[in-house]
């Protein structure tokens, strides 16, 4: 059975700093991504990593801020963020593809999600 299990999100202050992580079981993915879902709007593309290059792309609003991340003993997807801005508040979202060659940034593109865990940044 897959699972993603997420952990580490929770409530800082403008300019804190969370990680977050997404441990993966069941089978071996080829990406993972991070995406981001606040209330009224649709889920936004944050972060993903290549397994096994560890290759990493960002969106542009979180550039310089937030590090994805892997532990390949551990299965394990970190997303590091720091700066962090009232505009990151969500319930951010791991997801896992089969495929490199999909376009990383759709949500189409992933196979498998984690259940998300939110993160408040309180101004």
């Known amino acids: 059975q897959v699972q993603l299990v997420e952990a580490g999100g929770g409530l800082v202050q403008t300019g804190g700093s969370l990680r977050l992580s997404c441990a993966a079981s069941?089978?071996?993915?080829?990406?993972y991504g991070w995406f981001r879902q606040a209330p009224g709007k649709e889920r936004e593309f944050v972060a993903r990593?290549?397994?096994?290059?560890?290759?990493?792309n960002y969106a542009d609003s979180v550039k310089g801020r937030f590090t994805v991340s892997r532990d390949n003993a551990k299965s394990t997807v970190y997303l590091q963020m720091n700066g962090l801005k009232a505009e990151d508040t969500a319930v951010y979202y791991c997801?896992?593809?089969?495929?490199?060659?999909?376009?990383?940034?759709?949500?189409?593109?992933?196979?498998?999600w984690g259940q998300g865990t939110q993160v408040t940044v309180s101004s």
């Open positions: 990593i290549n397994w096994s290059t560890g290759g990493t």
């Open positions: 069941g089978r071996t993915f080829s990406g």
């Open positions: 997801a896992a593809t089969l495929s490199p060659f999909r376009v990383y940034t759709n949500v189409e593109s992933y196979d498998y």
